[in-house]
């Protein structure tokens, strides 16, 4: 398994994770800001545990992140 975690309220939504790992990331377009799919929200922090298959496309997305507001980890059990 690994977590994706994203810090919303700093993305500048220059929609490079949507382009990089389209199938985790949309953007909204009302508030200009990309949403982290089957994430949930605590104190401003986006936060979703899935499959090691999408490691590497959103590990890319996190790199290239301007604001580096998106963390990758894997998670050990
Ligand atoms: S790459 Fe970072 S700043 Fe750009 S849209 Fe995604 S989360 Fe926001």
């Known amino acids: 398994m ?3 975690t994203q810090q919303r309220a700093k993305c500048i939504g220059c929609n490079y994770c949507v382009e990089i790992a389209p199938e985790r990331w949309r953007m909204n377009k009302k508030d200009g800001k990309s949403v982290l799919l089957e994430a949930k929200e605590k104190k401003g ?10 490691y590497e496309a959103n590990k890319a997305a996190a790199s ?10 894997i998670l050990n059990r």
């Open 45 to 54: 922090f986006f936060t979703v545990e899935l499959h090691d298959m999408e």
């Open 64 to 73: 290239a992140c301007p604001v580096k507001i998106i963390h990758v980890k």
């Open 2 to 4: 690994i977590q994706i």
